[in-house]
T-cell receptor
Framework: AQSVTQLGSHVSVSEGALVLLRCNYS??????LFWYVQYPNQGLQLLLK??????LVKGINGFEAEFKKSETSFHLTKPSAHMSDAAEYFC?????????????FGTGTQLKVEL | EAGVTQFPSHSVIEKGQTVTLRCDPI?????LYWYRRVMGKEIKFLLH????????ESGMPNNRFLAERTGGTYSTLKVQPAELEDSGVYFC????????????FGSGTRLTVV
């Protein structure tokens, strides 16, 4: 069984400040990990993914995440927040190795960016 | 290429009524998924089609939900009769090769049952 925990349903940062959204996962097999973003009235958009290889993954819009197996974490970061980053962010996990294609999501983190 | 299209974007119905949600996947995508987010909770998997066949329907909550994908193109998700707890956002996604990192999601249908 897989599960995802996103710590903090709401996070508020100042424009230009570091963004850190936390995600911890539980998986009995090597996981594939994802971050999705949902802007208002839009669908879920893939920000970045970790499947295999390099544990620091870079995504769109300046976001990156690091897979830390020892900590079972996949936190999302961005060095400098922009107003346009305000959205809801979802961490998700699936089984690695191509054997799974069903995503298990966290409950989401609403990011607010203030001037 | 056109994305995944869902409609209606919003639906408000009374308890006991029937609602049908539709999803048009990206052309050529054999894999189609339905997910649901109940207010404030996580997005949960409902089911997965490969062409017209149900590959995995383990997430369907009960027999009031019926999903179809006739001809392997668009899919419908019918809720009959709707209950208050069915309210939420229903997402559809499609992928060409069935690998989860190739998903494209639609913008969702917000269903409100009153």
């Amino acid at each position: 069984a897989q599960s995802v925990t996103q710590l903090g349903s709401h996070v508020s940062v100042s424009e230009g400040a570091l963004v850190l959204l936390r995600c911890n996962y539980s998986s009995s097999v090597p996981p594939y990990l994802f971050w999705y973003v949902q802007y208002p009235n839009q669908g879920l958009q893939l920000l970045l993914k970790y499947t295999t290889g390099a544990t620091l993954v870079k995504g769109i819009n300046g976001f990156e995440a690091e897979f830390k197996k020892s900590e079972t974490s996949f936190h999302l970061t961005k060095p400098s927040a922009h107003m346009s980053d305000a959205a809801e962010y979802f961490c998700a996990v699936t089984q690695g190795g191509g054997g799974g294609n069903k995503l298990t999501f966290g409950t989401g983190t609403q990011l607010k960016v203030e001037l | 290429e056109a994305g995944v299209t869902q409609f209606p974007s919003h639906s408000v119905i009374e308890k006991g009524q029937t609602v049908t949600l539709r999803c048009d996947p990206i052309s050529g995508h054999d894999n189609l998924y339905w997910y649901r987010r109940v207010m404030g909770k996580e997005i949960k998997f409902l089911l997965h089609f490969v062409k017209e066949s149900k590959q995995d329907e383990s997430g369907m909550p009960n027999n009031r939900f019926l999903a179809e994908r006739t001809g392997g193109t668009y899919s419908t998700l019918k809720v009959q009769p709707a209950e208050l707890e069915d309210s939420g956002v229903y997402f559809c996604a499609s992928s060409q090769d069935g690998r989860s990192w190739g998903y494209t999601f639609g913008s969702g249908t917000r269903l409100t049952v009153v």
